[in-house]
């Protein structure tokens, strides 16, 4: 049951190593894209600036955008899933160097932890949202890389039926994400880009090939695994 989500790993990869194919070209990726980053120079190789993920484990699927300001005493946070919008009420930090930093969003519906490093690398990420933990992955935006969030599903059509969510978030040459299985169950994934050339940090064994559309807009492509084959598709979201 758990393999949906690992099969679903190295198709990522293979449509996502597409995104850096040259297309770049977009008047309507979705309502609140951007085609540029909205982070500043002054926040690259900082903790504050712009942070932009994706959720995709306890059932849900989502995206989520948070900023810790200058003077990393205010920050804000919007997550959206399930076509609700939750915007923070409440931030903290917890700076110490020595085990990194740690910046709190929350309000009455969900928390969400990021810790980092001195120059914004996100450590870690954890998500409550109404009472569940939620899987999540993150990514920090500089001023030259635009972090694109996908969203979309996974399905088995050959060796089963099973089917599941898969999310990811294309930040340069790297990118995170996550897949959820039948059971519930979610794997984070990670891997690098070069071209349409790509490199899985995890799972490995699977192979996949996809494409994206020439307006950024949509994914879609297929999945391999020893006695088992499937298709994915998804859009971008945020």
């Known amino acids: 049951m758990k ?14 190593a597409a995104c850096g194919s040259g297309d770049t070209e977009n008047t309507d990726v979705c309502p609140e894209c951007v085609m540029t980053p909205e982070a500043v120079a002054a926040d690259d190789g900082m903790p504050t600036g712009v942070y932009k993920g994706v959720l995709f484990g306890g059932g849900v699927s989502g995206n989520v955008k948070a900023t810790i300001a200058t003077d990393q005493s205010t ?40 810790v980092l490093d001195d120059a914004g690398k996100v450590a870690s990420v ?10 999540a992955s993150v990514a920090k935006e500089q001023s030259t890389v635009l ?3 996908f969203e979309g599903t996974w399905t088995q059509t050959v060796g089963g039926g099973d089917h599941g969510i898969w999310n990811v978030a294309i930040h340069g040459s790297r990118f ?48 391999e695994w020893p006695g088992a084959s ?9």
């Open 3 to 16: 393999r949906g989500s690992l099969f679903l790993a190295l198709w990522m990869c293979s449509w996502i």
């Open 75 to 114: 920050g804000t946070c919007q997550i959206k899933t399930g076509g609700q919008t939750y915007n923070s009420s409440d931030f903290t930090a917890s700076i110490t160097r020595a085990v990194g930093m740690t910046y709190t969003f929350s309000n009455s519906n969900f928390t969400l932890i990021l």
């Open 126 to 135: 954890t998500l409550t949202l109404s009472g569940n933990d939620i899987g």
């Open 147 to 149: 972090v694109e969030c």
């Open 176 to 223: 995170v994400g996550g897949a959820t299985g039948p059971d519930g169950s979610w794997s984070v994934i990670t891997g690098t880009m070069d071209g349409l050339q790509f490199i899985v940090d995890n799972p490995e064994g699977q192979t996949g090939t996809g494409s994206l559309s020439k307006d950024r807009k949509t994914v879609s492509g297929t999945w």
């Open 230 to 238: 499937g298709t994915t598709e998804g859009q971008r979201t945020l």
